[in-house]
């Protein structure tokens, strides 16, 4: 119940708040901030709850779970069900809701009602994505969530609205149709064998499949999270729509919707397919860890403040790709606490980025320098997250990072000193981001007002949860690796796979 | 003696939707013989259509039956022949204002509309070469001047005379291989041709399969499936928004669902160069309707190549065969229907219509993408409507087309058509480009920027007209959100067919 509540809420919102704007000018923002609050308070209930509830083996794992038939014809439920991994990543969206909906507050003047309306179902359908467990349902939030993002971008974004939004659209859309035949094609071979049609996950779990077949049907889910991750080489649509979003846009595009794609290898991919992730995994981890590096690389050549901050996403999310395929309790716990951390974070710069072109109407970093001495309060957060970014002890995607590389040199040592290269290639991008924009003369002479009462607030509250995962990560860790231990017939699977 | 008159009795219950079409269609023409005003025309069209969608239950509880050899009135015609009413009770609605209102004579477009109605219905309840042809015949004779009805415009007429060329030398076609397969089996009937085919040694010799090559042919060129898709777009651009929707809708619609009976009923589905050549149309379809709708500039051309496209996603579920085919070709053409109507239905709202010049001359329609520019601001409705509609025929959820979709995956699936398949999630991909294009031509700043230049004073849409839309809107989606209740009633029509 309280599973479709969550959703619901953000749904209605979204619905409300488009209304309220036409009742009233001014007054979408709020409704959408109060949603997101109900939102963000209500999953931190849930959390706490589950603090005992975890406790319990009998539990199975499972918080709470909704069941209800939508399309008996084809055995479609509606299913939702969160575990510890859903839970935290649900967390992470409300949170990052609120984040967005106030760094929206004075960017967003044109058509706010019709604004946070996409903002709120953007979220809604990303709930839904991180709760679905029929994978029908799974798919319809999929998609659902491109359409407000989709227009967020179209709509709110920078010069080249119209190209990346329908660069984003098309690669997502289209790499998800193919994860649609591989759901089918998996369903009916689940038909052929037990004669049951059905689209829910734990009935699909243990589907026996040639190996081929196997191999196949993992390669349309793995298409359609490897774009969504994004896993190089199909990132391209990453650094233009990240770019040209709005504020808010590039935040939930950053924080929450490249974790479903995570989130997708490690809820479907390996659990469904074990056999085939098993023999796939060399090749994935070496994707991730080319994503890594490429990534940091390609950061360290931009100049627009805004696609750098993309490209060292890209970089990240291969740490998460990495400590996914690694599969050992490691390497998981890390990968989920990249993935949160990697959204706190980079949310954070994207908010900077935001506040800066809203008062400079530019993200060229050749036009900035010296605003430290114009805005100290902006150039010690932009210190803060950069030096986050580059994974400094004490931050939480230090965390990630080393326990990803520590599972990782388990399976496979040569690719963990690989990835562990990046440390140094993420130090000269973040590095530079601050000597570019912070430090040196004010040759522009900007004359900018520094952080007001709102933006303070925002940046603050990223910058403690930044340093709590880093200090005391164990809550998170936790609540999401269950998932590792849980079926131990998979990691061994995989482990015989990898081997051979 | 006594059985006489009572089966004569329910035989003609069961016919009576197609009676009552007929029916009004001569009292819509006597009655506009000694009052020409067109409004009372047009509510004595409406009310004929809604008693014939009502006499669909009547018909369909007396019992699926055989009405003589040429027609069969089982679930599968009724649901149909209910899909053509309804679509063409819309197409009624937008008709009226389009075609000048109360101040112009328009009345015998209902006559007209009737009658390609009823050939329609004709078509999909036919079991018998004969029927088929006259169904046809009916069908295309009246659209014919459909689309010529502005007579005093160019491209009407255009469009008007190239769709009669194609229509004759399809009609050609398809007698010359209805003549053929007769020539090899002696019968017109398709259950007796199926029964006749099922026979463990009897197959198509070269007669026959020429023959039933000629009819997919023939077909295939009414529904526009490449390479016999040249005219599509010409006749969709030059005909009259709401005509255009009547094209799309049950022209094509009504020839799908005959041929997918034909295929089931006369066993055609068991020739293998036959299927082997509609998979490689679908699979050309799709990527030709849809790269081709790329390099469109005018949305009446974009629709016409999307409609191309629709047409080759369900072929996919058609050539899965089997009760899934059925299912799948049955909803997909619901959605498509709703979708089409409802992107048309914009199209005409948008347009002046007849009703520009005092000579009852139209310049254009509102088609070219400018046209369109900006109207999420200054019309949010319309604007909504059609972009729901472009997401359906998208294949996004919360939409009928997603499910749509689905349903014919399912069935490509089933069947391991990977071919096909696959390339519908290509030209899928590659549609989400075009329709995109129109919503973002929808979102842009609206045309106050071009103050320079004159903007067509764009019509405000009636009062019946916003109804309808709206209403289609609310199908679209209650139905892609629910869809368990229309897959009951499909499940009825499959039981009957195989």
Redesign the interface.
Known sequence: MILSALIFILAAGGLLSWAAERWRLGSAKWVALATVGIELVLTIWLWLQSASAMALPAHGGWLAEIRAE?????GVSFHLAMDGISLILVVLTAFLGMVSVACSWTEIQE?AGFFYFNLLWTLAGAVGVFLALDL?LFF??W??M??PM??MI??WGHEKR?YA??KF??FT??SG??M??AI??LV?VHYRSTGVLTFDYFELLNTAMSPSTELWIMLGFFIAFAVKTPIVPFHTWLPDAHTEAPTAGSVILAGVLLKTGAYGLLRFVVPLFPEAAGYFAPVAMALGATGVLYGAFLAFAQTDFKRLVAYTSVSHLGFAVLGIFAWNPWSLGGAVMQMIAHGISTGALFVIAGILQERTHTRDMRRFGGLWSVMPRLAAMGLFFAIAALGLPGMGNFVGEFLVLMGLSRASSVLASVAAVAFVASVVYALALVQKIFHGENTHGWQLHDLSGREMATLYSMAAITLWLGLYPQPVLDTAPGIANRPPAIAVAHREGSAE | MNLVPSALHSNLMVLSPLILLAGSAVVVMLAAAFYRHPRPVMMLTLAGLVLSFASLFLSQGVGSRQVTALLVLDHYALFFIGLIVAATFVVAVLCYRYFGGDESRHEALYILLLLAALGGGVLVASSHFASFLLGLELLSISLFALIAYPRFTERPLEAGIKYLILAGFSSGLLLFGMALVYAQLGTMQFAKIGTMLAAPDQVLELYGLAGLALIVTGVGFKLALVPFHMWTPDVYEGAPAPITAFIATVSKGAMLALLLRYFLVAGAYQSQPITLALSLVAVMTILVGNLLALLQDNVKRILAYSSIAQLGYLLVGFLAYGGLAIEAVAYYLTAYFVTMLGAFGVVTVLSGGLNDGSDGVAERDSDRLADYAGLFWHKPWLAGVFTAMLLSLAGIPLTMGFIGKFYVLVAGVEASLWMPVIALVIGSAIGLFYYLRIIAVMCAPGSKATTGQIIRPVASPSLAESVTLAALTLLLIWLGIDPAQLIDVLGATVVQLT
């Open positions: 939508w399309i008996p014809r084809f058509r029908f319809f939030f998609e659902l491109l359409v989709y227009f179209a709509i119209q939004s329908i659209f098309i859309e289209g149709l193919f649609l035949v089918l094609a009916f």
